[in-house]
């Protein structure tokens, strides 16, 4: 049993093979674990008693996730690792990109270049994978995401992108702050790309980190 927060976790999904819907999948240590149930930031001890029953009284591996609004149980399953490497839309590359650039103009014009360079060292560190595939951080700055050639991201890539971002923007700016300002970034997406991701964030297990606050 472990009990884990976003930063310690990748998400993604994958198609049902039988049902035309997407399954919510975390990866953690090389492990696949498939959501189970979902509670309320004020069910703490409901999904505490859920956790350690199917850990214990069912001897499952369970995770139990804590986010800021909410707690997931998580069980241990068996997938096949290729299902979840395919590539993810280019709508929602683009919409990354120009997150992570947004974000980085901001604590570069409002709190300096030190803490911007700052910025890119801790967000480069957190995702290793990412900046391999694009170059570096410096070379994701200079990405223009709507004319140029995007970077080979699967969704775990996004979403383990996006929750870096968020921790990020919490140590820089307090949480929560600047999402609706990051978020306006994706005013620059054609409406069809920016409606794709935005459907695709409202979905996904960050939302609530993203999404919460915004008006």
């Not at 492990?31 to 069912?58: C, D, I, M, P, Y």
């Not at 699967?154 to 990020?168: C, E, M, N």
Request: with cysteine; net charge neutral.
């Amino acid at each position: 049993m472990f009990l884990l927060t976003p930063e310690d976790v990748e998400i993604t999904s994958i198609q049902h093979p039988r049902r035309d819907q997407k399954v919510p999948i975390l990866s953690y240590q090389n492990k696949t674990f498939r959501l189970l149930s979902v509670f309320g930031a004020h069910q703490q001890a409901e999904a505490h008693t859920s956790w350690q029953t199917f850990g214990e009284n069912q001897s499952k591996v369970c995770v139990l996730l804590e986010e800021p609004h909410r707690y997931s149980v998580w069980r241990l399953v068996q997938i096949d690792k290729g299902l979840l490497e395919s590539a993810a839309p280019a709508s929602y590359i683009k919409a990354c990109l120009l997150m992570t650039q947004s974000l980085y103009s901001d604590i570069e014009q409002l709190l300096g270049s030190d803490q911007a360079k700052q910025f890119g060292v801790a967000l480069a560190t957190s995702t290793t994978r990412q900046m391999s595939a694009v170059g570096g951080f410096e070379a994701m700055l200079r990405i223009a995401p709507l004319t140029e050639a995007l970077p080979q991201w699967d969704d775990a890539d996004i979403s383990t992108l996006l929750l870096a971002l968020h921790r990020l923007g919490t140590q820089f700016f307090g949480r929560s702050r600047f999402t609706k300002q990051t978020l306006s970034a994706l005013k620059a997406l054609p409406s069809k790309d920016n409606a794709a991701f935005t459907d695709w964030l409202q979905r996904s297990l960050i939302s609530n980190l993203w999404l919460s606050r915004r008006v």
